[in-house]
């Protein structure tokens, strides 16, 4: 295993050395604030690492009310191959994800009903177009428009009975199975995530 781990290091420190440029960058879209890193692995291919997060209200109804954040947490790894030159590109890769959507109801019957919603794939796989790569040289314009296969959202909710009675904290129970599949329906669309991040990078 230790010898496995010092190959593994090796073959990244290689590839960094024999790399013909490497850059920065800064960012901002759906993914949240992030930066990114990469460098160039052969004439028309690069790799990149970067993290973006953030949080975003957004309120969501089934047939209730929910006032949700939705808290992102994103780590990239991608390869961007620019074939017909450094300004387009095709990205893929892998964006290994801890994002999740909390949510509060309104009041129902005296409680309310709280919980949180996480897409399926922790690792989510990416694929996407782009302008610009990250490792070029000088400063220069970037942008990534594409799709996270999220997965389909997983609702995990509780009942919060506060001061109702055994009765009524009991009906209010028996609404959180059907709340969750109403609100992972709701939410269904949000396992093909888009991503649309514009930033600018530092190469050298």
């Not at 290994?96 to 005296?110: A, E, I, L, P, R």
């Not at 990250?134 to 997983?154: I, R």
Request: proline content about 3%; overall charge neutral; glycine content about 14%.
């Amino acid at each position: 295993m230790r010898t496995l781990k010092f190959t593994v290091a090796g073959l990244a420190l290689a590839a960094a050395g024999s790399a013909q440029a490497a850059g920065i960058g800064a960012r901002i879209g759906t993914t949240g604030l992030g930066a990114d890193v990469a460098w160039d692995l052969a004439p028309t291919l690069s790799a990149r690492l970067g993290y973006s997060g953030g949080s975003v209200d957004h309120d969501v109804d089934t047939n209730i009310t929910y006032h949700g954040k939705l808290k992102l947490s994103n780590l990239n790894t991608f390869l961007d191959f620019a074939p017909l030159g450094p300004l387009f590109r095709f990205t893929g890769g892998f964006i290994f994800n801890q994002n999740k959507f909390d949510v509060q109801s309104d009041q129902v019957n005296g409680g309310s009903i709280s919980g949180t919603v996480k897409p399926g794939n922790s690792a989510a796989p990416y694929l996407g177009i782009g302008y610009g790569r990250v490792s070029g040289a000088g400063v220069n314009f970037y942008a990534d428009l594409g799709v996270m296969f999220q997965g389909s959202p997983q609702a995990s909710l509780t009942a919060n009975c506060g001061s109702l009675s055994a009765g009524q904290c009991s009906s209010l129970q028996s609404q959180v199975a059907s709340q969750q599949a109403q609100l992972e329906d709701k939410l269904k669309n949000a396992k093909y995530y888009p991503v649309l991040n514009v930033g600018l990078t530092i190469g050298f």
